[in-house]
C-alpha cells in the first residue's frame, strides 16, 4: 500500500451564497471547509452521510443542496470525491478569480493499494 499526495484545485461559482466582500468570502469558505472535513470524518464510514449533507445545507445555496441530496450518487462534490484529512485543512488556499468565482485548492494523502 502506497502514500500519495494530491494537489486538488477547482473552483467555486454558485455553490455557495457570496457576500460583497472577498475577504468575508473566503473565511466563509474555510469555515465550510472546515466544518465539512469534521462532518466527513463523522460520516465516512456511513452512507448517506448525513451530516456532510447538514453542512452543505448550512453553508451552501439551497439549489445546490437539493440537486446534491436528490440526485445523489454518492459523489463527494465539495472534495471532488478525494475526502479531506488534517493536511488538507493545513493546507487550504483559497483565491478570488473574479464575479463571485474563487479558486479552491489543497493536499490530501491518497492511499493506493
Not at 456511513?46 to 452543505?56: G, Q
Amino acid at each position: 500500500m502506497k502514500k500519495h499526495l494530491l494537489f486538488l484545485s477547482f473552483a467555486f461559482m454558485a455553490m455557495m451564497p457570496m457576500s460583497a466582500s472577498t475577504a468575508d468570502n473566503i473565511a466563509y469558505i474555510r469555515k465550510f471547509y472546515t466544518e465539512y472535513k469534521s462532518a466527513y470524518e463523522y460520516d465516512k464510514n456511513s452512507y448517506p452521510p448525513e451530516k456532510c449533507y447538514e453542512v452543505i445545507k448550512k453553508y451552501c445555496t439551497e439549489s445546490f443542496f437539493v440537486q446534491m441530496k436528490d440526485n445523489d450518487v454518492g459523489y463527494d462534490f465539495p472534495t471532488s470525491d478525494y475526502g479531506l484529512d488534517d493536511l488538507s485543512l493545513e493546507t487550504l488556499a483559497i483565491r478570488h478569480k473574479m464575479g463571485s468565482n474563487y479558486l479552491v485548492t489543497f493536499k490530501v494523502h491518497y492511499i493506493s493499494v
